[in-house]
């Protein structure tokens, strides 16, 4: 083993040690979990949007997401011309095990494939600063879906996987909590208007994030 080689290894080792030993202090202290209404009571018509189906999450899959809470509804825009599904998943604490499963993960088991990705950033009403969120285009066979994705916690909007475990550490250690949610919007596209799917789920997005805001743990 080179010199260089033997410090990078001492190096990461050093950093899992001390990511040990912080896990291990937080653990050994007390949790603050948030008190947090079902997603049941979430509203059903969002600015100009509307409920139109609760849609059951399947056991399996329950089973594997392990979530506190999970809320799987369609909503329709109001003259009925744009469907968005909406999917939220929280986690009271990532202590035990749980944590949000990655959709760029789970998309490709469900035999969606990614065909483009990059961030994207939506002016939402409440923040003074646009939020930044995942843009995915799917496809799966003929069809294909815009999908928008972010982590929710401690009044934070993250997009990236790292960043989200990160902040966990830190509110962690500072605030004793590790609760997370992660929110999913998935538009169809019509034909090849991935551009008239995007802006719908923008659209979608700026209507129902008040109602996100108010019902997950600042």
């Known amino acids: 083993m080179s010199i260089i080689g033997g410090k990078y290894a001492l190096t990461l080792s050093a950093l899992l040690f001390l990511q040990g030993g912080i896990y291990y202090g937080v653990a050994m202290r007390p949790e603050t979990i948030p008190l947090v209404a079902p997603l049941a009571d979430f509203p059903t018509q969002t600015g100009t949007w509307h409920m139109v189906k609760d849609v059951p999450i399947e056991k399996e899959?329950?089973?594997?997401?392990?979530?506190?809470?999970?809320?799987?509804?369609?909503?329709?825009?109001?003259?009925?011309?744009?469907?968005?599904?909406?999917?939220?998943?929280?986690?009271?604490?990532?202590?035990?095990?749980?944590?949000?499963?990655?959709?760029?993960?789970?998309?490709?088991?469900?035999?969606w494939e990614s065909v483009e990705s990059e961030p994207l950033s939506i002016t939402v009403p409440g923040r003074e600063q646009p939020i930044v969120t995942n843009r995915y285009v799917v496809a799966k066979g003929n069809d294909k879906s815009v999908v928008l994705y972010w982590y929710q916690s401690r009044n934070?909007?993250?997009?990236?996987?790292?960043?989200?475990?990160?902040?966990?550490?830190?509110?962690?250690?500072?605030?004793?909590?590790?609760d997370s949610s992660l929110v999913k919007v998935v538009v169809p596209v019509n034909g090849t208007d991935t551009e008239g799917a995007t802006k719908g789920a923008v659209e979608f997005v700026q209507s129902v994030f008040p109602a996100l805001a108010h019902q997950l743990p600042l």
């Open 61 to 111: 899959v329950a089973d594997i997401l392990r979530a506190d809470d999970t809320l799987n509804r369609i909503y329709a825009s109001a003259d009925n011309s744009r469907a968005a599904f909406l999917f939220v998943a929280f986690f009271k604490t990532q202590r035990s095990g749980q944590a949000p499963h990655s959709p760029k993960n789970c998309l490709p088991g469900s035999g």
């Open 156 to 178: 934070r909007i993250i997009a990236g996987e790292f960043e989200a475990k990160f902040w966990l550490i830190a509110d962690s250690i500072k605030f004793h909590r590790s």
